[in-house]
Protein backbone atom coordinates (compact mmCIF):
# COMPACT_ATOMS: atom_id res chain seq x y z
CA UNK A 1 0.00 0.00 0.00
CA UNK A 2 0.93 3.38 -0.99
CA UNK A 3 2.22 5.17 2.07
CA UNK A 4 1.85 8.98 0.55
CA UNK A 5 -0.84 11.11 1.53
CA UNK A 6 -1.29 14.31 1.10
CA UNK A 7 -3.47 17.02 3.10
CA UNK A 8 -6.05 19.60 1.42
CA UNK A 9 -4.40 23.05 -0.38
CA UNK A 10 -1.43 20.72 -0.11
CA UNK A 11 0.65 20.23 -3.66
CA UNK A 12 2.86 17.44 -4.46
CA UNK A 13 4.63 19.06 -6.82
CA UNK A 14 7.50 21.05 -5.56
CA UNK A 15 6.66 24.42 -7.60
CA UNK A 16 9.19 24.34 -10.11
CA UNK A 17 7.24 25.71 -12.02
CA UNK A 18 6.19 28.65 -10.96
CA UNK A 19 9.79 29.90 -9.72
CA UNK A 20 10.65 29.08 -13.63
CA UNK A 21 7.90 31.80 -14.36
CA UNK A 22 8.35 33.98 -11.67
CA UNK A 23 11.60 35.72 -14.06
CA UNK A 24 9.58 35.94 -17.51
CA UNK A 25 7.20 37.79 -15.81
CA UNK A 26 9.62 40.07 -13.65
CA UNK A 27 11.29 40.79 -17.17
CA UNK A 28 7.87 41.23 -18.97
CA UNK A 29 6.42 44.04 -16.39
CA UNK A 30 9.97 45.98 -16.48
CA UNK A 31 9.65 45.82 -20.27
CA UNK A 32 6.31 47.27 -20.33
CA UNK A 33 6.96 49.78 -18.18
CA UNK A 34 10.46 50.56 -20.26
CA UNK A 35 8.24 50.79 -23.19
CA UNK A 36 5.43 53.06 -21.75
CA UNK A 37 8.15 55.29 -20.63
CA UNK A 38 9.61 55.59 -24.53
CA UNK A 39 6.32 56.46 -25.37
CA UNK A 40 5.79 58.97 -22.78
CA UNK A 41 8.81 60.37 -24.05
CA UNK A 42 7.94 60.29 -27.71
CA UNK A 43 4.78 62.33 -26.93
CA UNK A 44 6.64 64.71 -24.72
CA UNK A 45 8.95 65.34 -28.05
CA UNK A 46 6.09 65.89 -30.14
CA UNK A 47 4.36 68.03 -28.40
CA UNK A 48 7.77 70.42 -27.78
CA UNK A 49 7.95 70.76 -31.30
CA UNK A 50 4.68 71.62 -31.80
CA UNK A 51 4.20 74.16 -29.34
CA UNK A 52 7.38 75.76 -30.27
CA UNK A 53 6.76 75.97 -33.88
CA UNK A 54 3.37 77.30 -32.81
CA UNK A 55 4.61 79.86 -31.20
CA UNK A 56 7.45 81.00 -33.32
CA UNK A 57 5.00 81.35 -35.99
CA UNK A 58 2.89 83.35 -34.60
CA UNK A 59 4.28 86.73 -34.58
CA UNK A 60 5.12 88.56 -37.46
CA UNK A 61 8.79 88.89 -36.49
CA UNK A 62 10.54 86.63 -34.13
CA UNK A 63 13.19 88.04 -31.62
CA UNK A 64 16.18 86.21 -30.57
CA UNK A 65 14.95 86.99 -26.92
CA UNK A 66 11.28 84.84 -27.76
CA UNK A 67 13.69 82.10 -29.12
CA UNK A 68 15.90 82.16 -26.04
CA UNK A 69 12.85 82.43 -23.95
CA UNK A 70 11.91 78.68 -25.59
CA UNK A 71 14.76 77.27 -25.20
CA UNK A 72 14.53 78.11 -21.34
CA UNK A 73 11.20 76.75 -21.25
CA UNK A 74 11.98 73.37 -22.96
CA UNK A 75 13.43 71.72 -20.19
CA UNK A 76 10.22 72.36 -18.16
CA UNK A 77 7.95 71.05 -20.81
CA UNK A 78 9.92 68.05 -20.88
CA UNK A 79 9.65 67.21 -17.21
CA UNK A 80 9.80 64.35 -15.82
CA UNK A 81 12.38 63.84 -18.42
CA UNK A 82 16.03 65.04 -17.93
CA UNK A 83 16.68 67.44 -20.66
CA UNK A 84 20.44 69.17 -19.67
CA UNK A 85 22.40 67.31 -21.84
CA UNK A 86 19.77 64.61 -23.61
CA UNK A 87 18.20 67.50 -25.13
CA UNK A 88 18.41 70.26 -28.30
CA UNK A 89 15.50 71.81 -30.20
CA UNK A 90 16.79 73.48 -33.61
CA UNK A 91 13.91 76.13 -35.22
CA UNK A 92 14.91 76.95 -38.92
CA UNK A 93 13.21 79.88 -40.48
CA UNK A 94 12.77 79.15 -44.36
CA UNK A 95 11.29 81.44 -47.25
CA UNK A 96 10.17 80.52 -50.23
CA UNK A 97 11.13 83.48 -52.96
CA UNK A 98 8.80 82.09 -55.57
CA UNK A 99 6.57 79.41 -56.83
CA UNK A 100 9.78 77.84 -58.91
CA UNK A 101 12.44 77.95 -56.26
CA UNK A 102 12.69 75.46 -53.56
CA UNK A 103 12.68 77.20 -50.00
CA UNK A 104 15.74 78.59 -48.40
CA UNK A 105 16.85 78.48 -44.77
CA UNK A 106 17.32 82.09 -43.87
CA UNK A 107 18.13 81.60 -40.13
CA UNK A 108 18.24 79.21 -37.75
CA UNK A 109 18.32 78.85 -33.50
CA UNK A 110 19.11 75.95 -31.50
CA UNK A 111 18.86 75.94 -27.51
CA UNK A 112 16.93 73.90 -25.03
CA UNK A 113 19.91 71.94 -24.07
CA UNK A 114 23.59 70.93 -24.66
CA UNK A 115 23.05 67.68 -27.10
CA UNK A 116 24.74 68.78 -30.59
CA UNK A 117 22.88 67.32 -33.64
CA UNK A 118 23.05 69.05 -36.85
CA UNK A 119 19.97 70.28 -38.25
CA UNK A 120 18.08 68.39 -41.26
CA UNK A 121 16.62 71.05 -42.37
CA UNK A 122 19.59 72.24 -43.64
CA UNK A 123 22.10 75.22 -42.71
CA UNK A 124 21.69 79.28 -43.45
CA UNK A 125 22.19 79.49 -46.93
CA UNK A 126 20.95 76.08 -47.95
CA UNK A 127 17.95 75.13 -50.24
CA UNK A 128 15.79 74.10 -47.19
CA UNK A 129 15.00 69.88 -47.15
CA UNK A 130 11.12 70.13 -46.64
CA UNK A 131 9.31 66.57 -46.81
CA UNK A 132 7.32 65.88 -50.36
CA UNK A 133 4.28 66.79 -50.61
CA UNK A 134 4.68 69.51 -48.43
CA UNK A 135 2.44 72.38 -50.95
CA UNK A 136 3.60 75.88 -50.51
CA UNK A 137 3.46 78.73 -52.84
CA UNK A 138 5.82 81.66 -53.34
CA UNK A 139 6.45 84.42 -50.76
CA UNK A 140 5.55 82.02 -47.95
CA UNK A 141 7.58 81.49 -45.12
CA UNK A 142 8.19 77.95 -43.31
CA UNK A 143 9.42 77.45 -39.54
CA UNK A 144 10.65 74.44 -38.60
CA UNK A 145 11.27 72.81 -34.85
CA UNK A 146 13.47 69.82 -34.71
CA UNK A 147 13.46 68.28 -31.29
CA UNK A 148 16.60 65.81 -30.71
CA UNK A 149 16.82 63.42 -27.29
CA UNK A 150 19.26 61.01 -26.08
CA UNK A 151 17.65 58.44 -25.08
CA UNK A 152 19.11 56.33 -22.01
CA UNK A 153 17.99 52.96 -22.13
Known sequence: MDQRSTSIGQSRHSGGGVRAVLPLLILAL???VKVGRFVYLNMKLQNVASNVADIVSRPD???????????TAAPFMMRPFQASEHLRI???GAVVPNETDPAEVVWQAAGGGTLSPSSQVGEIGDTAAVPEGLVYFGGEALIVSEVFYAYDH
Open 90 to 92: IVT
Open 30 to 32: LGT
Open 61 to 71: QVAASDLSNLS
